[in-house]
């Protein structure tokens, strides 16, 4: 890379040194062009501060409890990596460690067979579910200024997303923990903006891989290379 054009930023995605070499891993470690690490130790501070907030810091302190729970064999060393809950495991347990009852969630009208299971699943496992789907509300494009020829089936009045409205329903139910499945590109920003409670993922929409985004990304170099050229 030509000096010109070298990275003076946040890059952490683009960091050449072996992951046990960096040095946010390893104190001792190397640093790339950019390294937030080492470039942004007053965001670091700041950072941190939040941190002394008691809701922040339980939160934080329980998904990590969380995150090392998904592995199993922890305690053997060498220490190979064996992962043993799915994403809907952590959610739910998560959720009961953070002593929450009351889950809302928030889906696209495509998975309304994906959110019944969901919602079967939280209230097997104690949980009050408060469920929104995108469509609810029943508000033209209209009202957003969609074209005609800008909508899925042009000559017809469709019903728009509306997120917004999704979030201001499970605010008023007092949902202590968001759940997302399937909402589009930007609706779920729509969502996370105008959200009170935390919100996590459980699944995010893809068309075309059966809501596996990831699929596209591991096959760039070869059947979805188009998304690169």
Do not use: W
């Not at 009045?157 to 201001?168: G, I, L, S, T, Y």
């Not at 949902?175 to 589009?184: E, K, M, P, Q």
């Amino acid at each position: 890379m030509e000096e010109s054009k070298k990275i003076n930023h946040s890059s952490c995605a683009v960091c050449k040194n072996e992951i046990s070499n960096r040095v946010c891993l390893n104190k001792d470690g190397s640093a790339s062009i950019g390294c937030p690490t080492v470039s942004k130790g007053e965001v670091i501070e700041e950072a941190s501060k939040i941190y002394e907030d008691p809701e922040v810091l339980e939160f934080a302190r329980q998904a990590s409890i969380q995150e090392a729970e998904c592995y199993i064999n922890r305690k053997e060393n060498p220490f190979v990596l064996e992962p043993t809950k799915t994403r809907i495991m952590e959610i739910y347990e998560f959720a009961e460690k953070m002593g929450y009852s009351r889950i809302g969630l928030a889906f696209c009208a495509g998975l309304m067979r994906e959110a019944a299971i969901v919602d079967e699943i939280f209230v097997h496992h104690g949980f009050d579910v408060v469920s929104v789907m995108c469509k609810a509300g029943g508000i033209s494009k209209d009202i957003i200024n969609i074209k005609d020829d800008e909508k899925i089936m042009p000559g017809m009045d469709e019903v728009m997303c509306n997120p917004v409205f999704q979030a201001k329903v499970l605010n008023t139910e007092k949902t202590d923990f968001n759940v997302l499945l399937g909402l589009c590109v930007g609706h779920d920003s729509l969502f996370f903006k105008h959200a009170d409670a935390y919100t996590t993922v459980l699944a995010v929409k893809d068309r075309v891989t059966g809501h596996n985004p990831l699929a596209a990304v591991y096959l760039s170099d070869l059947y979805y290379m188009k998304i690169k050229k």
